[in-house]
T-cell receptor, first 110, second 120 residues
Framework: LAKTTQPISMDSYEGQEVNITCSHN???????ITWYQQFPSQGPRFIIQ???TKVTNEVASLFIPADRKSSTLSLPRVSLSDTAVYYC???????????FGKGTRLHILP | GAVVSQHPSRVICKSGTSVKIECRSL??????MFWYRQFPKKSLMLMAT?????????EQGVEKDKFLINHASLTLSTLTVTSAHPEDSSFYIC????????????????FGPGTRLTVT
């Protein structure tokens, strides 16, 4: 499993765009990049998944450069409710075990 | 779709007793379920991988005789914490992956809401 590195914490303000970058230097050819969000005392929630270039859904965008050694989760116009821990995960198959890194604790300020 | 439930959501038990936590995939069949433990302000730690109809695979350092996992059907896995002690107090989370389908490459797992265990 590819190891991931993320900032431990980030602060931002309501209404701003937040970008969280994850490094995964030893990502394998078949690996996908997945981001999860976790609120206190809740299970993680799937945000977005991608393989290369850019993926966008209703809540976020995921930017992946050509070398795929990093990825950036972009949250547009954050609100206080986006305060959570965000995990970047790299892997291949759905039945592969997930090893969580430390995640990024995002704190949105009013 | 792809909802995973856990029961109970929180439980308090006395030291030395056993506690069973259920993980159910409500609207899909799950060949594989995972059990995690999370301490306050820490990341999720994988405890074991559970495959329907076979023995669970435990991560290093996780006692299989203390944390009994049963995955008897495609929609239910149970984790039993035997002879619980205060140090077992934690947040236990399960996740499940979809059975079959064309998206075998998809890394998406569906997580339950978690169970808060407090051992007194």
């Amino acid at each position: 499993l590819a190891k991931t590195t993320q900032p431990i914490s980030m602060d931002s303000y309501e209404g701003q765009e937040v970008n969280i970058t994850c490094s995964h230097n030893n990502i394998a050819t078949n690996d996908y990049i997945t981001w999860y969000q976790q609120f206190p005392s809740q299970g993680p929630r799937f945000i977005i998944q991608g393989y290369k270039t850019k993926v966008t859904n209703e809540v976020a965008s995921l930017f992946i450069p050509a070398d795929r050694k990093s990825s950036t989760l972009s949250l547009p116009r954050v609100s206080l409710s986006d305060t959570a821990v965000y995990y970047c995960l790299v892997g291949y198959r759905r039945d592969d075990k997930i090893i969580f890194g430390k995640g990024t604790r995002l704190h949105i300020l009013p | 779709g792809a909802v995973v439930s856990q029961h109970p959501s929180r439980v308090i038990c006395k030291s030395g007793t056993s506690v069973k936590i259920e993980c159910r995939s409500l609207d899909f069949q799950a060949t594989t379920m995972f059990w995690y433990r999370q301490f306050p302000k820490k990341s999720l730690m994988l405890m074991a991988t559970s495959n329907e109809g076979s023995k669970a695979t435990y991560e290093q350092g996780v006692e299989k005789d203390k944390f009994l996992i049963n995955h008897a059907s495609l929609t239910l896995s149970t984790l039993t914490v035997t002879s619980a002690h205060p140090e077992d107090s934690s947040f236990y989370i399960c996740s499940a992956t979809l059975a079959g389908g064309a998206l075998d490459y998809s890394y998406e797992q569906y997580f339950g809401p978690g169970t808060r265990l407090t051992v007194t």
